[in-house]
Nanobody, 124 residues
Framework: QVQLVESGGGLVQPGGSLRLSCAASGFSLDNYAIGWFRQAPGKEREVVSCITRSGGSTYYANSVKGRFPISRDSAKNTVYLQMTSLKPEDTAVYYC?????????????????WGQGTQVTVSS
């Protein structure tokens, strides 16, 4: 059974950091791309970052480039999103999702399994 479980969200002050984890089970990260998405209240779900099945290529939305490095640990079958220099506009529910295949895509329609999401709130 394919499952993705996010953790690590919370309340943080502007400029702070959080590390989100996406623990995968029922499949190997070596076979599928994993994407991070976020959805703020009243807004569309948008892609934040993606890592290919090999881990050799990554993608970042312009809004997070240089602040949210993505990484993966094959031994733990887990993908991480290290969020730094957080801003109030980063407030959203963050989801990880499994792609249909190995390459990264930016369209949420290309992801067929989703986690339940973890809330990130950036506020003073």
């Amino acid at each position: 059974q394919v499952q993705l479980v996010e953790s690590g969200g919370g309340l943080v002050q502007p400029g702070g950091s959080l590390r989100l984890s996406c623990a995968a089970s029922g499949f190997s990260l070596d076979n599928y791309a994993i994407g991070w998405f976020r959805q703020a209240p009243g807004k569309e779900r948008e892609v934040v970052s993606c890592i290919t099945r090999s881990g050799g290529s990554t993608y970042y939305a312009n809004s997070v480039k240089g602040r949210f490095p993505i990484s993966r640990d094959s031994a733990k079958n887990t993908v991480y999103l290290q969020m730094t220099s957080l801003k109030p506009e980063d407030t959203a529910v963050y989801y990880c999702a499994r792609g249909y295949s190995g390459p990264c895509t930016l369209d949420k329609k290309d992801y067929n399994y989703w986690g339940q999401g973890t809330q990130v709130t950036v506020s003073s």
